[in-house]
């Protein structure tokens, strides 16, 4: 078995899988005989039942567990992959092109990567459009990334199962950094992460980071325990910094600015200040020329996302951080 992919399943009905699963159906050049689709429902009492998917060409297993959220769902899916590679797609998503699968197989022969990670397009509706957009070497989302199962389970790689929102941006981020650079990017997108009119995450997309900062945080805390504990002391520091101005230009943005939000981004604030709190030290024993290579790294990500004007130094930013109450 050359392919296992995992699908998380809750509340979502047919209509809403089937896109993914036609999409695996019409890929081109590939041996059927090697791809397996393990959907695992998170204790749904309207599970969907294995009759209904017996006219695909692949293996599709369906397991039901108890509610314990997406990423115990992806755990236990990897748990039962037969395959040399293991992909987690979420059940609304689907491949983009009837080539995509033929991408990552050839990737395959190449070399035994740990991780192939492919570009993915997001279809977005914003201010009454239509909008497509392309992300490209991404380490915060599991979309279209493919990895090695071995590689997994040598490095005791898992989700967490106490995160169930930006869970995937713990796991990538570790997987990522434990494989020292044996990756392989593809040149095509290759995974659509789809609308949905339903989507929480996609519904308010702006507030939806301030609203969940407070789990972003926990990801963050989780990641750096991961590396210190394993002694990647390169990788930890370089986490903290990325942290600590993701954070700063985070509440740079214009939403932070409007009143109707003030209550909301004091409550995201002092969830970075749990952060902070716990690796204040680390971070400002930095190299400053890191401190600086990581600062035009996270502003050039900040101005691409929104932010336009810087209203306070980090310095200040940081004193306010260590002053709030609660």
Request: with cysteine; hydrophobic share 40%.
């Given at each position: ?27 081109q050049?590939i ?14 009492t309207?599970?969907?039942q294995?009759?209904?998917?017996t ?12 509610h314990?959220?997406?990423s115990a ?24 092109s ?44 599991v ?38 650079g044996n990756?392989?990017e ?47 002391w390169?990788?930890?520091f ?14 740079q ?13 004091l409550?995201?604030?002092k ?16 190299n ?10 996270c502003?050039?990500?900040a101005?691409?996302n ?21």
């Amino acid at each position: 078995m050359k392919l296992s992919i995992v699908i998380p399943h809750y509340t979502e009905g047919l209509e809403v899988i089937t896109p993914l699963l036609d999409s695996i159906k019409i890929q081109q050049d590939i041996d059927f005989g090697e791809i397996e689709a393990i959907i695992v429902n998170d204790g749904d009492t309207k599970a969907l039942q294995p009759y209904l998917f017996t006219d695909y060409p692949f293996k599709i297993g369906v397991h039901t567990i108890e509610h314990k959220g997406v990423s115990a769902a992806r755990n236990y899916g990897l748990d039962r992959a037969e395959g040399e590679y293991v992909m987690f797609c979420d059940t609304d998503d689907m491949f983009c092109s009837m080539f995509a699968l033929q991408v990552y197989f050839k990737a395959m022969k190449e070399a035994p990567y740990c991780i192939i990670r492919g570009s993915f397009i997001e279809d977005q509706f914003i201010d009454g459009e239509w909008k497509l957009i392309r992300h490209d070497n991404d380490l915060s989302f599991v979309h279209g990334k493919m990895f090695r199962k071995q590689f997994l389970l040598d490095n005791e790689l898992r989700f967490d199962e106490e995160l169930t929102i930006h869970e995937d941006g713990y796991f990538v981020a570790l997987a990522n950094l434990v494989s020292q650079g044996n990756i392989r990017e593809t040149q095509v997108a290759t995974y659509l992460w789809k609308y949905r009119d339903d989507s929480v995450v996609r519904k308010d997309s702006e507030l939806y980071l301030f609203k969940t900062y407070g789990n972003l945080m926990d990801t963050r805390i989780k990641l750096c325990r991961q590396l210190k504990n394993r002694e990647m002391w390169t990788e930890y520091f370089q986490t903290i910094s990325k942290t600590v101005w993701d954070s700063y230009y985070d509440f740079q943005k214009p939403d932070c600015l409007k009143p109707e939000n003030a209550e909301l981004i004091l409550k995201a604030k002092k969830n970075f200040k749990r952060f902070y709190t716990e690796f204040a030290e680390d971070y400002k024993s930095i190299n400053i020329n890191d401190i600086a290579a990581m600062k035009y790294l996270c502003h050039d990500n900040a101005f691409k996302n929104g932010m336009r004007v810087e209203q306070q130094t980090i310095s200040q930013f940081l004193t306010e951080i260590v002053l709030l109450k609660g």
